[in-house]
C-alpha cells in the first residue's frame, strides 16, 4: 500500500462520542486526502491536506476535521459521531505512476457508530 | 465541478466472455481519469489512467479504456473475464490543476462473474 498505514482498521463506538483515525505515511507524500465509501456513492472526499497545517474541505466534510501537525501523518477526527457516519474510510495520498499524478489508497478503517 | 456517473450498478457476466463498462464524465477541460478495481473487504487498486496522448489505454490484469472526448466516456474493457476479475470497479475524474488535485468518483460498477 506504498507506505500508507490507517488505524484503527476497525472500530465501533456509540453516538456522540468522538473518533479519531489516523493515516500514517512513510514516504513524505505532501498531497494526503480523506475519503468514505458508502454503497451507491462510490468514494466522496471528506478532507484533504496540501502540506502540514494546509488542508480545505471535501464535498462531505459537514461532521469533520482534520489536522496535518507533520508530514506523515494526516488525522480525521468525529468531533461527535453520528450514525450517518457509518462507513469505511480511506486514506490516500499523491503519488506519481508514470510520470502522472494518480492516488494511492490504504486498506481502509471501518468504522461503526452504533 | 467535476463528475462522475457509471451507468450499471451491477453486471453478470460468464467466464470468458468480453466485459465492457461504462463510464460517462463531467469536467470543463481535457480530464484526468482513472479506473480503479476494489476486490471485497480490499483497499483501491489503480487499473489505467488517461492524461493525454493515445486514447486507449492499457492497463494490469489485461484492462484497456478507450477515452471519448465526443461522448464524455472513458469505458473499460476487458476481452476475457477470469473469475478473479469479480469486484467492484470505480471511474474516477482528476482536476488538472497540480494545486488543487483531486478525484471525484463514480458510484461504482460491481462484476459478478458466473462459470
Known amino acids: 500500500d506504498a507506505g500508507i498505514t490507517q488505524s484503527p482498521r476497525h472500530k465501533v463506538t456509540e453516538t456522540g462520542t468522538p473518533v479519531t483515525l489516523r493515516c500514517h505515511q512513510t514516504e513524505n507524500h505532501r498531497y494526503m486526502y480523506w475519503y468514505r465509501q458508502d454503497p451507491g456513492h462510490g468514494l466522496r472526499l471528506i478532507h484533504y491536506?496540501?502540506?502540514?497545517?494546509?488542508?480545505d474541505k471535501g464535498e462531505v466534510s459537514d461532521g469533520y476535521s482534520v489536522s496535518r501537525s507533520k508530514t506523515e501523518d494526516f488525522l480525521l477526527t468525529l468531533e461527535s459521531a453520528t450514525s450517518s457516519q457509518t462507513s469505511v474510510y480511506f486514506c490516500?495520498?499523491?503519488?506519481?505512476?508514470?510520470?502522472?499524478?494518480?492516488?494511492?489508497f490504504g486498506a481502509g478503517s471501518r468504522l461503526t457508530v452504533l | 465541478a467535476q463528475s462522475v456517473t457509471q451507468p450499471d450498478i451491477h453486471i453478470t457476466v460468464s467466464e470468458g466472455a468480453s466485459l465492457e463498462l461504462r463510464c460517462n464524465y463531467s469536467?470543463?477541460?481535457?480530464?484526468?481519469l482513472f479506473w480503479y478495481v476494489q476486490s471485497p473487504g480490499q483497499g483501491l487498486q489503480l487499473l489505467l489512467k488517461y492524461f493525454s496522448g493515445d486514447t486507449l489505454v492499457q492497463g494490469i490484469k489485461g484492462f484497456e479504456a478507450e477515452f471519448k472526448r465526443s461522448q464524455s466516456s472513458f469505458n473499460l474493457r476487458k476481452p476475457s473475464v477470469h473469475w478473479s476479475d469479480a469486484a467492484e470497479y470505480f471511474c474516477a475524474v482528476g482536476s488538472v490543476r497540480s494545486n488543487d488535485y483531486k478525484l471525484s468518483f463514480g458510484a461504482g460498477t460491481t462484476v459478478t462473474v458466473r462459470a
Open positions: 491536506s496540501y502540506g502540514v497545517k494546509d488542508t
Open positions: 490516500a495520498i499523491r503519488t506519481v505512476s508514470s510520470g502522472a499524478n494518480v492516488l494511492t
Open positions: 469536467y470543463g477541460a481535457t480530464p484526468y
